[in-house]
């Protein structure tokens, strides 16, 4: 073949795969979603859970078609577990990288930091991990830590509710408070305006206090706080920490020779406090999704169960149970598409009508955001304890499972 004929058949199959392609449907830009997750820092291992949670739910969504028939693409950062970078990023999110919409970070701190940011752009901010309920006025939050505008209040009067259920012989008497200073467990723990607090609330149900000491977030020796525990001797040990704490008391408590009889933690890692067993055995703590029965029947929990703990065990995580914070994290994800997928649309203002009018079916159940309540609803919280090696929901009693209750 001539150079010349070679070029002319060149030529020819260039203009041929030219029109091929312009003829080829155009693919759909993807709708971007931001978010910042502690995936390095103190906070770090929680991060992990949650960014499980949300790649799994990606990845179903776009199994099934995506989000108003496009690829669901999730933009995540690294906040480092500082609130300042948090939102930081956040600004970034919005203002250069121009994501669609956006999701809420882990912990209390990094979201009240990050709900600043999108009230400034009008976004709509579905998040999960928050505490201080009093705090967040802005209309376009939606909350699936669903505790109740008055937790402070609610939830201390369920665990001891669940324990004053007891058997008179077995019911404590006394308790013992060790609390973190990190804000939400301290607003947990003494409430506010001299209302609520799981302080107040013991005494006004008939316990007697007889310790109260705090600890600083990131202790590490904590053999004088167990020495004050052990020397008070409380019939149930109340800690207001979060993740590790418990396991870390626990473990010195034991080296002290000292168990406790009773005892509640509010938000610990599930996952570390199975693998600190048998030191853990009878703890108890809150949750608004336990995987068995009645939370199996609530919308897509069993989509959520199976591919959480396919997602976490293909990653490595360490625990790969679905627990109360991947429940959390997932349910957030399915308030910010229902609200996309009603209004068909990507409309701040009409997404969060349609979140502030309408049950959104969750993992935890229906969730009705009152904006009279700012954006909450009931306490739906249960007590769940670890029994036979793993947590199961135990009061109150139409959440508990089959044959479980309160030890």
């Known amino acids: 073949m001539s150079t010349g004929i070679g070029r002319l058949v060149l030529l020819v199959a260039l203009f041929a795969l030219f029109l091929a392609q312009a003829h080829l449907p155009a693919q759909p830009r993807p709708i971007r979603v931001g978010g910042t997750l502690p995936l390095t820092g103190v906070f770090a291992a929680q991060g992990k859970v949650h960014e499980a949670a949300g790649r799994a739910f990606v990845q179903m969504m776009n199994e099934k078609g995506g989000l108003l028939g496009r690829p ?10 500082q609130p300042d970078k948090a939102a930081a990023l956040y ?12 999701i809420g970070p882990y912990g209390t701190a990094a979201i009240t930091a990050a709900m600043r940011v999108a009230e400034k752009y009008g976004y709509v901010f579905p998040h999960h991990t928050a505490s201080l309920t009093y705090a967040y006025t802005y209309r376009r939050h939606f909350p699936t830590w669903y505790v109740g505008l008055n937790t402070h209040i609610t939830t201390p009067s369920k665990v001891f509710d669940a324990y004053l259920s007891l058997p008179p012989g077995q019911r404590p008497q006394t308790v013992g408070f060790v609390v973190n200073k990190f804000p939400g467990t301290q607003f947990l723990a003494y409430g506010r305006a001299n209302v609520g607090g799981a302080v107040r609330i013991a005494q006004q149900k008939g316990l007697r206090v007889v310790l109260d000491v705090q600890f600083d977030l990131g202790t590490t020796d904590w053999i004088p706080v167990a020495q004050q525990v052990r020397r008070a001797n409380p019939d ?5 920490g979060l993740a590790l704490d418990g396991v870390n008391l626990l473990q010195a408590l034991a080296q002290l020779g000292w168990r406790p009889r009773h005892h509640f933690y509010q938000w610990p890692s599930p996952g570390a ?25 609530n919308p897509g ?11 976490a065990k293909a990653t490595g995580l360490a625990y790969s149970e679905p627990d109360v914070q991947s429940a959390a994290s997932w349910s957030a994800w399915q308030v910010l598409t229902f609200g996309v997928q009603e209004c068909r649309c990507l409309d701040h203002a009409r997404i969060a009508e349609v979140l502030l009018s309408k049950p959104v079916p969750t993992v935890q159940g229906y969730l009705k955001f009152d904006s009279q309540q700012q954006n909450y609803g009931d306490d739906i919280q249960a007590v769940m304890q670890i029994q036979d090696g793993r ?4 009061w109150p009693r139409q959440l508990a499972a089959e044959g479980r209750r309160l030890r």
């Open 72 to 81: 669901l693409e999730w933009v995540l950062l690294d906040d480092e577990s």
């Open 91 to 102: 600004e970034r999110l919005i203002t250069e990288d121009k994501v669609d919409l956006i």
């Open 236 to 240: 149930l040990l109340y800690v207001a």
């Open 273 to 297: 406090m199975l693998t600190a067993l048998p030191l853990t055995d009878r703890a108890t703590s809150v949750t608004i999704f336990v995987p068995h029965e009645p939370y199996l029947s």
């Open 301 to 311: 929990a069993r989509d959520f169960v199976n591919r959480y703990r396919a997602w």
């Open 391 to 394: 947590w199961w929901a135990v």
